[in-house]
Each structure stands twice: as C-alpha cells, then as structure tokens.
C-alpha cells in the first residue's frame, strides 16, 4: 500500500472493497455537502452498497480503466479523487473529486488533483487530463483553474443527477501543457 502527503495529518492512499464500512460511513457523513454534485452520494446507503461501489473500482483498475482513492485527514476519510475515465489507448483520462465540507480550505483536493495528473502525464504516458463539473460548483471550477486547465466548452443539459438535466463544462490540460508548465 502506499500513502502520499497532501499537507500535516493528510494523505492519499487506494480506497478498496475492504474499506466498505468506512466507506459508507463517510458517505452519510458527508451526503448533504456532496449529494448537489456526485451521483454516487444517491445509492452509496449502507455497507453492501458501498462494497458494491468500492468493488467496481477495483474491477476497473485490474483493467486499467479506473482508480478510486480516499483523502484521509487525522485518520478519518474526509473525501476522495477518481479516474472516473481512463484510456491508455486514446491516452485521455478523467479526475473527479469530492471531500466534506470540514476538510474544505486546505489545498488538499488540489494537492491529489496534481498528484493524480502528474502520475496520468508521467508514468502512464497520458496525452490529456480532463476535468468535468457543473458550471455552479464553484470550488470545482476552481481547483480546474489552479491545475492550469483550459475551459473547453459546457455541455448543455447533458448531466442527469436527481431527475434535473444539468450543464457540465469540460476543463482539459495536455502533456504538453503540463510539461511546460
């Protein structure tokens, strides 16, 4: 296993089926600060709900198709960043976050965002890192802005979260963006 730092009493580290209970403990923590914007808050309910969801994560980062992991702050999962999309063959992943409103104002989602496209554009040889959000979630938009991404476009009434048709903007940051930078 392995931890990265993300600030005092912070890291990142793989979150696995094994987690569930924790998992799903975190998950009625914080509903109410994420349930607006990530869609898992809806089904994430109980300790097989969560093993459900953690396994699915495993399943795809033994096809190298996905990656989940959890941001623990004082021992406590407080939130998390996902490759919700990754495909090495078209060179073109996805990172998705969310964290309590009690971990907010830290740096941390922005501290995993970066570790997690450093390692996409690194080791894994990514072209391109892509940041998807509903245009009114501002701390989103921002962390988007503090990793250099580019807005590329919203994607009108495309998200379907709650019954409500919802705009998502496309933030995206190239290799070789990255490298410059």
Partial sequence: MFALPLAENAELRPLEPWQAAEFAAHADRVRSDIARYIPWAGFVVDEPSARGFLQTYADRAAADTGRLYGIWVDGVLEGGTVFRVFDPAMGV???????????????????????????????????RVEWRCDPRNAPSVAVAKRLGMTLE??????????GERRDEQIWALLASEWNAA
């Fill in 93 to 127: 992943c996805e990172i998705g976050v969310w964290l309590s409103s009690a971990a907010r104002g830290r740096g941390l989602v922005t501290t995993a965002a970066r570790h997690m496209a450093a390692w996409a554009f690194g080791p894994r040889g990514m072209h």
């Fill in 153 to 162: 476009g919203t994607l009108r009434e495309s998200f379907l979260l709650d």
